[in-house]
């Protein structure tokens, strides 16, 4: 009997509802073969994944998240690829071949732990920064 691979996309605002997102990350890893971040701005998932050290199997361009995915799913030929997002977010997985999972859903069935969802400086700027 063969192992299922597994590639895991997880939406940049899933991660930072997490507890320990780096933890996850690592966790992870032990089974799934790929995993990548993907998100709106590509400049905020390198400096998030950077201060959290945070490896990333996918690579950084400036493409819009459901472009990221279907590079990713041509890219890595695994059994499965499994999207982790947020409400905005599961539109791109619907008609893709990504399955969707909530980050809550993948928190309840991995053990990880949400934060408390406050709003730190860096998070505030770039909300800001959206806005203006």
């Known amino acids: 009997m063969t192992a299922r691979t597994m590639t895991l996309a997880v939406d940049l605002a899933a991660l ?19 995993v990548g971040i993907v998100a709106k701005d590509s400049d905020a998932a390198v400096g998030f994944t950077t201060r959290h050290v945070i490896r990333r199997d996918f690579p950084r361009n400036s493409c819009d998240r459901k472009t990221a995915l279907k590079n990713a799913h041509s890219r ?13 977010s599961r539109i791109l997985a619907e008609g893709s071949e990504w399955e969707f999972l909530y980050v809550e859903t993948a928190a309840e069935m991995a053990g990880w732990l949400l934060g408390d969802d406050t709003c730190d400086d860096r998070t505030l700027r770039a909300r800001l920064r959206k806005l203006f």
Do not use: C, I, M, S
């Open 16 to 34: 930072h509802r997490l507890q320990n997102p780096r933890a996850v990350v690592v966790d992870t890893r032990q089974w799934a073969q790929h």
């Open 76 to 88: 890595f030929k695994t059994d499965r690829h499994v999207y982790v997002g947020v409400e905005d």
